[in-house]
């Protein structure tokens, strides 16, 4: 029989492992937000273009339109987002930020500092950890034929 690799030396739970300690240095941070980080992550799309449809915002985090579509009436009802029918198409929902949604880009500044407190690693090592995370992500999720 051979021996199993121990959990830490498994890159899936290196990185699932990390994940959930991102969410619970974050979540403190959120909370005074009064934000979720589902919702922070839909924040984000809009804090990069802001309009996006429910579509668009499902694609940009991969997640369900239908996941969304909760979480965006939930920023609504807190007044940092509004829903708008689409003028060229009024099938298509547009969520736009108010300014209360708009102000809280730069509010939400503590949690990037938070992590690199906490990381303890300077922005080119950050920026090089990323790179090499977001090109394991492309490799998995491309398609081939």
Known sequence: MTKRTPLEQQLCFSLYSTSLAINRLYKPLLDGLGLTYPQYLVLNTLWEEDGRSITSIAARIDLEASTITPLVKRLEAASFVERVRSAR?????????????????????????????????????????????????????????
């Open 89 to 145: 198409d009024e099938r298509t929902v547009e969520v736009h930020l108010t300014e209360q949604g708009k102000a809280l880009s730069e509010q939400s500044r503590c949690l990037g500092q938070a992590l690199f407190a906490k990381a303890g690693m300077t922005v080119p090592e950050m920026i090089d950890l990323n790179k090499e995370v977001r090109r394991l992500h492309d490799a998995l999720t491309t398609e081939t034929n």
